[in-house]
């Protein structure tokens, strides 16, 4: 199978510093199913191209299996595994290209982070769904897409089209996640994979998609189709998504899976009770809120209890709770800042921000800035919102923020939330002691968050309430905690 990857941004070669393989090279790895092949079929100023060509060897593609399979037929060793592109391809380029789909590149670093115009090419692609599908996953994502079917026989037109097409993808992205977006649709458009979907299939899918996924239309399909519609799965992996910067609010509303976990063994809690029959005219129970949409109602409940009506989200992302904020007349000065300039286009392209007038203030604005940084753009707002923020600074820095933030800016109100660690058992895809997102620095128990609350507030003058967001578990607790800091009377 072969997957070539072209750009034109001169000096094109340079592709050769992003990829870590050397265009004058011919390099192989060793794969667990057969040898991986990376080669440059052109190399110069004005055009580059790599390509991977993965040598799959039938008998090892067997053997990996491990014992107990069931299927002793020639079809094992029969196959289209090793000529088109599936999961083994994928595999093969998280192994080889393992650097790159992180987005490092220390010779390069300012290239790594740049878009950049590619062409990709998949000669031989199984697409369950056929080039509208292909067209459907890939083109929400900026790609131009151009799948063409390909004949069962091309001696036999009456026979119609095989379920393979020929994929070209062309745009312009960044490299890393133009190999993460490839490394999760090449199996999801096969709908099948070579390995056992083990629980750790959460990460690996949470990872790759770290900037696209959550924001993708189609991000319920393709959860469930790369996780193989085992449900425990796929809700553990849709709640994780919903945190993301990227998920749109209405992206939210509509999957019905991001929800809390139940627990992974309901006969925990006593034996589960058989379910009454519904009346006749009853109308079922409607499932609970996502947990993203429960945090964001504590929050804005909070801040109306508290009479805040200058709010102020530092850590906005995309703008989720700026865009909630804005449907209340209730509040008259909204700001949201996130460090993302990425974050922060997003939201302006959303239409968050009110436009600029000569002739009034805007009531809502959007800006870039860090929160470990004093900035005068922070100060005299009733209330400060950090909803799931704190655990993406690195602890060296956490004081910088409480500085920030409690000493500088100083509002009357400040809200945290933050997850609770240990509610992460519950979460079946989530492997142990692992965190919920990738780019989390830490995540905290109950008591080591309480603990970090009341030292905060006592040094800078501020009462302390934590409460509990979403089910409230009987063991663990509930999955997000919130702590609410009130100035004492006195406070300057």
């Known amino acids: 199978m072969l997957l070539t ?225 085992r449900r425990g799965l796929v809700r553990a992996a849709l709640g994780r998504l919903a945190d993301a910067d990227d998920a749109p609010e209405d992206a939210l509303d509509r999957d019905p899976l991001d929800e809390e976990p139940p627990p992974a063994d309901p006969s925990a809690f006593g034996p589960v009770p058989e379910a009454p029959e519904a009346e006749e005219g009853a109308q079922a129970a409607p499932p609970p809120a996502p947990l993203a949409e429960r945090r964001v109602q504590a929050v804005l409940e909070t801040l109306r209890a508290e009479r805040a009506r200058r709010v102020i989200d530092l850590g906005c992302g995309t703008g989720k709770l700026v865009a909630r904020l804005k449907q209340d007349d209730g509040f008259e000065k909204i700001t949201g800042v996130d460090v993302s300039y990425r974050a922060v286009q997003i939201a302006h392209r959303r239409g968050l921000p009110d436009p600029y007038r000569p002739d009034r203030v805007p009531r809502v604005e959007i800006h870039q800035g860090a929160l470990t940084y004093t900035d005068e753009r922070f100060r005299g707002y009733d209330a400060a919102v950090l909803m799931e923020v704190i655990e993406h600074v690195d602890p060296p820095r956490l004081g910088a923020v409480e500085r920030v933030v409690f000493g500088d800016a100083r509002p009357r109100v400040v809200i945290v939330t933050t997850p609770n660690a240990e509610y992460n058992v519950r979460y ?59 100035k004492e009377s006195g406070g300057s």
């Open 5 to 229: 990857i072209t750009t034109t941004l001169p000096p094109a070669s340079d592709l050769g510093f992003l990829l870590h393989k050397h265009p004058d090279r011919v390099q192989a790895f060793g794969q667990s199913f057969g040898t991986a092949h990376v080669f440059y079929p052109e190399a110069s100023r004005e055009r580059c191209t790599a390509a991977l060509l993965l040598d799959v060897d039938p008998v090892k593609l067997v053997r990996t299996r491990g014992k107990g399979t069931p299927d002793f037929s020639l079809g094992q060793y029969v196959n289209d595994r090793p000529y088109a592109a599936s999961s083994l391809l994928a595999s093969a380029m998280a192994s080889t290209f393992r650097t790159a789909m992180r987005g490092r590149c220390e010779p390069r670093p300012e290239l790594a982070a740049r878009p950049l115009p590619l062409e990709i090419v998949l000669p031989a692609l199984p697409c369950q769904g056929g080039p509208r599908q292909a067209e459907r996953f890939f083109a929400p994502l900026g790609w131009t897409v151009e799948a063409e079917p390909v004949p069962l026989d091309p001696s036999f037109p009456e026979w119609g089209d095989s379920r393979y097409v020929t994929l070209r993808l062309s745009g312009e992205t960044r490299l890393a996640d133009a190999l993460n977006q490839l490394y999760v649709l090449l199996p999801v458009l096969d709908e099948a994979k070579h390995y056992w979907i083990a629980p750790d299939e959460v990460d690996k899918l949470v990872r790759a998609g770290e900037g696209w996924l959550a924001g993708h239309p189609d991000r319920a399909l393709i959860t469930r189709r790369y996780l193989a519609n």
């Open 428 to 486: 079946e895809g989530l492997a142990p002691g692992a965190m919920r997102h990738p780019d989390h620095r830490f995540e905290w128990t109950r008591a080591e968050f309480a603990e970090w609350a009341h030292r905060v507030g006592a040094a800078f003058g501020y009462g302390v309430r934590i409460v509990g967001v979403g089910d409230d578990d009987p063991e663990v607790g509930a999955p997000t905690q919130m702590g609410v800091f009130t």
